[in-house]
């Protein structure tokens, strides 16, 4: 089946940096990749739907500008947390659809998730 | 703000009882998912509804969508201790550009 990577898994930063999490499509294209957040035992927030080529649309409540979401190639879309807080910590997934024969029908593929942790 | 809300919360049952966990929205979706996540892991596609009143069956797993594709219900026969996890189900948008997650049932079905 469809495969998608996250990288890294882990990730410890000091308050005030920046940390960039890449989500790849290892074997199909991906227009569209979502970018999520998760507290513990809680369900997927989603923060972000990211287009190939174009702008990412945020969902309310999300900044963008700490926020930045790129979605350079269809393999590929990276999700940046600028200037780092504790309060950012947090379980970041992404996931990507697949192409079906409809817009609707595709199906998600989940990467592994990002851990990040904030000093 | 989730549109889709799941019950219960959580659920902590012996080994071998049966369950029933609800999705519930007022919004209309194309068509609604189910997922399994296992702590720090990403969620694992169980099954696809699309057609109102569908019925899905996978093993002991049972999975409805409503007439109305507003809500969807997930039934496990005689639970097991690997059923344990979080249960997620997620509406997909009529445009199929959106998939949004329900609030979450963490199971844990006890040996």
């Known amino acids: 089946g469809a495969v998608v990577s996250q990288h890294p898994s882990w990730v410890i930063c000091k308050s005030g940096t920046s940390v960039k999490i890449e989500c790849r499509s290892l074997?199909?294209?991906?227009?569209?990749m979502f970018w999520y957040r998760q507290f513990p035992k809680q369900s997927l927030m989603l923060m972000a739907t990211s287009n190939e080529g174009s702008k990412a649309t945020y969902e309310q409540g999300v900044e963008k500008d700490k926020f930045l979401i790129n979605h350079a190639s269809l393999t590929l879309s990276t999700l940046t947390v600028t200037s780092a807080h504790p309060e950012d910590s947090s379980f970041y997934i992404c996931?990507?659809?697949?192409?079906?024969?409809?817009?609707?029908?595709?199906?998600?593929?989940f990467g592994e998730g990002s851990r990040l942790t904030v000093l | 703000t989730q549109l889709l809300e799941q019950s219960p919360q959580f659920l902590s049952i012996q080994e071998g009882e049966n369950l029933t966990v609800y999705c519930n929205s007022s919004s209309v979706f194309s068509s609604l998912q189910w997922y399994r996540q296992e702590p720090g892991e990403g969620p694992v596609l169980l099954v696809t509804v699309v057609t109102g009143g569908e019925v899905k069956k996978l093993k002991r797993l049972t999975f409805q969508f409503g007439d109305a594709r507003k809500d969807s219900s997930l039934h496990i026969t005689a639970a097991q201790p690997g059923d344990t996890g979080l249960y997620l189900c997620a509406g997909v948008s009529r445009t199929g550009n959106q998939f949004y997650f329900g609030t979450g049932t963490s199971l844990t079905v006890i040996p």
């Open positions: 996931s990507a659809r697949t192409s079906g024969g409809g817009s609707n029908t595709g199906e998600l593929f």
């Open positions: 074997d199909f294209q991906a227009t569209t």
